[in-house]
């Protein structure tokens, strides 16, 4: 699982089982220490068709925000980003995510093409 945050204030949740399963892109606002995440679109990839599947996205979020310091799986310390309550909860419970900051610029959603092979 991947929780993208674009500079625009779109983002996209990225979900994977071994192979990319679905992504959903949204839009968010950051006001002191809250965000609203409102979702716009959820693509799949329906394997038979191998058509990309659209539909409304279900992520909703407008709570408060912390980061924190935390450990990953192999006890190394890493920067968390927590919110109050899981912000896809049709999806999953977890609140919690791994923050890494790195260049966007040159970001791209995800294709699934790549995961046909």
Same mark, same amino acid.
């Given at each position: 699982?991947?929780?993208?945050?674009?500079?625009?204030?779109?983002? $996209?949740?990225?979900? *994977?089982?071994?192979?990319?399963?679905?992504?959903?892109? &949204?839009? *968010?606002?950051? #006001?002191?220490?809250?965000?609203?995440? +409102?979702? !716009?679109?959820?693509? !799949?990839?329906?394997? #038979?068709?191998?058509?990309?599947?659209? @539909?409304?996205?279900?992520? %909703? *979020?407008?709570?408060?925000? =912390?980061?924190?310091?935390?450990? !990953? @799986?192999?006890?190394? #310390? +890493?920067? +968390?980003?927590?919110?109050?309550?899981?912000? @896809?909860? @049709?999806? =999953?419970?977890?609140? %919690? =995510?791994? %923050? $890494? +900051? &790195? !260049?966007?610029?040159? *970001?791209?959603?995800?294709?699934?093409?790549?995961? %046909?092979?």
């Amino acid at each position: 699982m991947a929780l993208v945050f674009l500079p625009d204030g779109h983002g $996209v949740l990225e979900i *994977y089982n071994w192979t990319l399963c679905w992504y959903e892109t &949204f839009n *968010y606002i950051v #006001q002191d220490n809250s965000i609203s995440i +409102i979702g !716009d679109r959820r693509y !799949d990839d329906n394997v #038979q068709t191998k058509q990309l599947e659209e @539909a409304p996205s279900q992520i %909703r *979020y407008d709570g408060k925000i =912390f980061i924190a310091k935390g450990m !990953d @799986a192999s006890g190394k #310390q +890493i920067a +968390i980003l927590e919110f109050e309550q899981p912000p @896809a909860p @049709a999806y =999953f419970h977890e609140k %919690r =995510f791994g %923050r $890494v +900051i &790195f !260049d966007v610029s040159q *970001y791209q959603n995800p294709s699934f093409d790549e995961w %046909r092979k």
